[in-house]
């Protein structure tokens, strides 16, 4: 069974290694962000947002399995049940 001391420096390791990785990404943002702030704002300047109208499908409303939706069709539900008079 390892000791307390062994296990203690493996969690170490890996706790400095999350930190240095933590390090380096807010570091590379930093740098992105005061130093290639034109760049990237020139690179952003270069897409365009085009704007079009699509116009509507109208027609019938299908189903993928039977066709057409019904529309404005009342559904009436007969039951019958068996030794029940009124």
Known sequence: MPDRKEILWR??????VFLLLGL??????I???VFET??????????SLKTMSIP???????????GCWPVRCPIMKYVLTPNVRT
């Open 56 to 66: 509507a499908d109208r027609g019938a409303s299908t189903r993928r399995t039977e």
């Open 38 to 47: 034109d760049e990237w704002m020139d690179k952003a300047g270069t897409f």
């Open 24 to 29: 380096v990404i807010i570091g590379r943002i």
């Open 31 to 33: 740098y992105l962000q």
């Open 11 to 16: 969690v170490t390791i890996v706790y400095i």
